[in-house]
């Protein structure tokens, strides 16, 4: 597989009331396996619509999106919903766990959804979460963990079924700076060690230096 996602002249508008906004105007990119690529741009050049496009977490697109090969932009939902469980995993800048589960449950949880059976899910969990520094805090509900705890259970969440393909929205910009780039840090090494490829968008300089190549978004195109 030469690439694990090829997007091709990607085009999204909004109408409000007599007003058409385009946000995304012809978008093209590519992110080859393994390769951790930077989606930089300021607040509003369409960073989330793009990452939520190739995500196929909603519909009124225009363009095609490739996935490990295979053309996603047009699938039926019953197929859409099989690329994201068994081809991408999600980070957002708040972690979504479930308040009612522990951390490992929440890890658990995706496993499960795709049919691995309980015990082999709890191990890869475990595993996860002690790369991340969690050994010690697997039954903490959310509540009961720091900031930065949260985030961490939520890449392990992300990379609990092996995906091709990480996408990362603001991953880091819930939390304060030194905390933001000590999870960061781990959420490249943890990507890599997967041999995972991730699309991480972020408005922070610093953060995009960090990865393998920088694409900037701006006025709804790659420059």
Do not use: C, W
Request: charge should be negative; hydrophobic fraction near 45%; charged fraction near 25%.
């Amino acid at each position: 597989m030469s690439e694990v996602l090829r997007v091709d002249g990607l085009k999204r508008t909004f109408v409000q009331g007599d007003a058409r906004i385009e946000v995304l105007r012809g978008v093209d990119l590519a992110v080859t396996p393994g390769e951790i690529v930077a989606l930089l741009g300021p607040s509003g050049s369409g960073k989330s619509t793009l990452l939520q496009a190739v995500g196929l977490l909603e519909g009124g697109f225009e363009g095609s999106i490739q996935i490990a090969g295979e053309e996603a932009a047009s699938l039926k939902d019953v197929d859409r919903t099989r690329v994201r469980r068994d081809t991408l995993g999600f980070v957002y800048q708040f972690h979504h766990l479930l308040p009612d589960f522990n951390a490992l449950e929440n890890v658990i949880l995706p496993q499960l959804v795709r049919g691995v059976s309980r015990a082999d899910a709890a191990e890869r969990g475990k595993s996860l979460l002690g790369a991340l520094g969690l050994a010690e805090r697997l039954t903490h509900r959310p509540s009961k963990l720091s900031g930065g705890e949260q985030q961490r259970v939520a890449v392990a969440r992300a990379l609990a079924n092996r995906p091709a393909l990480v996408l990362a929205d603001e991953p880091t910009g819930n939390l304060d700076e030194a905390t933001a780039d000590v999870v960061f840090a781990e959420f490249l090494r943890l990507v890599r060690d997967e041999g995972s490829a991730a699309l991480v968008a972020t408005h922070n300089e610093r953060i995009a230096a960090k990865m393998d190549r920088v694409l900037r978004l701006h006025e709804g195109k790659i420059e």
